[in-house]
Nanobody
Framework: QVQLVESGGGLVQAGGSLRLSCAAS????????MGWFRQAPGKEREFVAA????????YYTDSVKGRFTVSRDNAKNALYLQIHSLNPEDTAMYYC?????????????????WGQGTQVTVSS
């Protein structure tokens, strides 16, 4: 089992920045890839970014390219999402996820483990 706990969300003004963190614990040696997803009120959960647990492979959904940066610190068992130029459309609950099968997975069903989420609210 892997446990994931997100932090770093909050209320920010449009144009601002945030750094989300995800702390992983448990059988982290089983992780092959991790990702960030978000879900806005009344909308389906959507993929944001993915990163391989080993190496430097990353992947982003088109709408966040150039503004979001995913990174990880294996020594700390931590995943991060740096967000710049926030806009109200980024308002959502952000979730980190981990899986043991794929280095880069874009679909939620590929992930076995999920955090409880951290809320990001962007005011205009």
């Amino acid at each position: 089992q892997v446990q994931l706990v997100e932090s770093g969300g909050g209320l920010v003004q449009a144009g601002g920045s945030l750094r989300l963190s995800c702390a992983a614990s448990g059988r982290t040696s089983s992780i092959l890839g991790m990702g960030w997803f978000r879900q806005a009120p009344g909308k389906e959960r959507e993929f944001v970014a993915a990163i391989s647990w080993v190496g430097s492979k990353t992947y982003y959904t088109d709408s966040v390219k150039g503004r979001f940066t995913v990174s990880r610190d294996n020594a700390k068992n931590a995943l991060y999402l740096q967000i710049h130029s926030l806009n109200p459309e980024d308002t959502a609950m952000y979730y980190c996820a981990a899986n043991s099968n794929y280095e880069l997975a874009l679909k939620g069903r590929s992930y076995h483990y999920w955090g409880q989420g951290t809320q990001v609210t962007v005011s205009s």
